[in-house]
């Protein structure tokens, strides 16, 4: 098998929803994605000869989706109340609603899959939330 690897950062914050710790309260990280593509072919013809992909579309695409939530409150879907969520909009903060509970695992789980939905042939994604602390998403595993 033949792989590649990339890693793109981006800074937000999030809190946990029913969480019983610090991580409750709203803090930020600079979140640190690592991704794995992997094929057991290399292509055939193009300009992608002999290669698994083109590693500057690769990182284009990864920086593409990183930046989509950079500097911004990511939000669980219905974790705050709609006035809540209205006066941030308000007051003109960046809001990244998911539909999930905004844990390392869920957004390694997120980026595996907006890679898989562009055509890329992922493997893994971490992210990490410190610099010693990570999430693993892998493909067949899902």
């Given at each position: 098998m033949y792989g590649l690897k990339t890693e793109s950062s981006f800074?937000?914050?999030?809190?946990?929803?029913?969480?019983?710790?610090?991580?409750?309260n709203l803090h930020g990280?600079?979140?640190?994605?690592?991704a794995v593509i992997a094929?057991?072919?290399?292509q055939e013809t193009g300009t992608c000869k002999d290669m698994v992909m083109d590693f500057?579309?690769?990182?284009?695409?990864?920086?593409?989706l990183t930046e989509e939530l950079d500097h911004s409150f990511i939000v669980e879907e219905g974790s705050l109340k709609p006035q809540t969520m209205e006066c941030l909009k308000?007051?003109?903060?960046?809001?990244?609603?998911?539909?999930?509970?905004t844990t390392a695992e869920n957004l390694a789980r997120y980026f595996?899959?907006?890679?898989?939905d562009a055509g890329v042939p992922i493997l893994t994604v971490e992210v990490y939330?410190?610099?010693?602390?990570?999430a693993i998403y892998e493909r067949g595993r899902n």
């Open positions: 800074d937000a914050a999030h809190f946990l929803t029913d969480y019983y710790g610090k991580c409750e990280h600079r979140w640190r994605v690592v094929t057991d072919e290399l500057g579309d690769f990182k284009r695409i990864l920086r593409q308000e007051e003109g903060f960046t809001l990244s609603v998911m539909p999930f509970r595996w899959q907006r890679l898989d939330e410190t610099p010693n602390n990570c």
